[in-house]
């Protein structure tokens, strides 16, 4: 998660730009003949969560205006919005269907120093081969070009996932699906003779059983070339403890309760943790999301004056409240997170009582994969991916599709558990 403006830097540094939603007719997709249209609004619909897009009202003009510097001319804005609850709500978030009961996409104005996630935008430019015949223009044929390329993603063993890619070109393009650089083989079965792998045009269920972080992408070919997607890493950690929250490859563990700092400590190094330590500005936002009032793990106890980390390392980046730190009235060598009504830090006496956040880190996951082997007699070795098959529903497809299940991409991978017998599905998100 990023702010508005960080978000935005990340789309313009790959040469895009957050969305810009400037008419609920504008159409997105259309892909194989099939007629699949959906306009921008329904796809960022379906999406779901919280997305920076592409309209503030930054300019000094005070006026709502796309990042592609047009006036907003339409808009889908959520009850009462926009509020500028606090007098400097200057960019606007989309939640998608799913939030809050939300049946379509609403528009809220956000700060812009609030993290998020975000979606970028950008033309897709399909180079092609032309040759004038009799005044006709011949297409000699169209390159695989991304449309939709898989990203990374975070899951715990047992949770499910999906990758989707899909590549416009002609002739229509192959997709064929990588793990670790290495192509996975279709139509291989398990010990029981049941279905392990199913590919189609690249559909793919698999289940991860174990922790680990593996690459994935995806390559389209025809005869007019060959294209491979970046890399993106699935990460599988092992399914977070009760009462333990997931951000950015740590685990946090919230109290309830109040303590002094160093029983405060103690209640994490039980549990394989410790106090938090806040290194990044992605970090400090997420935890003022959680309120004020908790312990962190700085402190200037040992020496006095100097500020260090429970690991052992200086402070390097700071958020300090106003005014602080100060020694207020008395000794104050430990950090709480939020004093009143600025959730910032605060020195303060370490025998006072608060509530505090403890930190460790979550395992990376492994989700290996039955992959093409050199010999197809070679015994099989020991695998950590269990794969089922799944079926498509071969009926015509209707032109009126409103939703992902319906609006199935060429090349889409789909992660889920492995069931006691071969299940088929339709499609969608599982």
């Not at 509020?83 to 609403?106: F, H, I, M, S, T």
């Not at 090349?411 to 599982?430: D, F, K, M, N």
């Amino acid at each position: 998660m990023r702010n508005w403006m960080d978000s935005r830097d990340y789309c313009l540094q790959r040469d895009a730009d957050l969305v810009v939603i400037n008419s609920r007719e504008e159409q997105l997709c259309c892909h194989d003949n099939r007629n699949y249209y959906y306009s921008k609004q329904e796809f960022v619909s379906e999406l779901g969560g919280i997305h920076w897009i592409g309209l503030s009202k930054r300019d000094p003009e005070g006026t709502w205006k796309w990042v592609d510097g047009t006036n907003m001319t339409s808009s889908s804005w959520g009850d009462d919005q926009p509020d500028n609850n606090d007098g400097a709500e200057d960019c606007v978030a989309a939640r998608g269907k799913g939030w809050l009961d939300e049946q379509w996409v609403r528009w809220y104005d956000e700060r812009c120093d609030r993290v998020k996630f975000w979606m970028c935008e950008k033309v897709v430019v399909v180079d092609h081969l032309e040759a004038e015949l009799n005044k006709e223009v011949m297409r000699e044929g169209e390159a695989p070009v991304f449309v939709d390329s898989p990203s990374s993603k975070t899951v715990s063993v047992g949770d499910t996932t999906r990758f989707s890619c899909y590549a416009s070109g002609k002739p229509k393009p192959t997709i064929e699906w990588l793990l670790n650089d290495r192509p996975l083989k279709r139509d291989r079965t398990d010990d029981q003779s049941e279905p392990a792998v199913w590919m189609d045009g690249g559909d793919l269920v698999v289940r991860g059983v174990r922790s680990g972080v593996e690459t994935v992408r995806c390559v389209a070919k025809n005869s007019a070339g060959t294209a491979r997607s970046d890399p993106a890493e699935l990460i599988v950690h092992d399914r977070r403890p009760d009462g333990w929250m997931y951000f950015n490859h740590s685990l946090y563990f919230i109290s309830t309760t109040k303590r002094n700092w160093t029983a405060s400590r103690d209640y994490c190094l039980q549990r394989d943790a410790d106090l938090i330590v806040i290194n990044s500005r992605e970090e400090q936002e997420f935890v003022k999301e959680l309120g004020a009032d908790y312990w962190i793990g700085l402190s200037d106890r040992d020496p006095e004056g100097t500020w260090k980390w429970v690991d052992g390392t200086n402070m390097t980046s700071s958020f300090w409240g106003p005014g602080e730190p100060n020694d207020h009235k008395e000794p104050e060598d430990c950090v709480v997170l939020g004093h009143y009504w600025v959730v910032d830090w605060n020195d303060a006496p370490c025998d006072r009582l608060h509530h505090w956040i403890c930190e460790k880190v979550a395992l990376g996951g492994l989700l290996a994969s039955y992959l093409e082997e050199e010999e197809e007699e070679e015994e099989e070795e020991e695998v950590s991916t269990a794969v089922t098959s799944t079926l498509h529903n071969n009926t015509p497809a209707s032109r009126d599709c409103k939703t992902s299940a319906e609006r199935r991409l060429s090349g889409q991978i789909l992660l889920t558990p492995l069931l006691g017998e071969s299940s088929a599905t339709t499609g969608g998100v599982l």
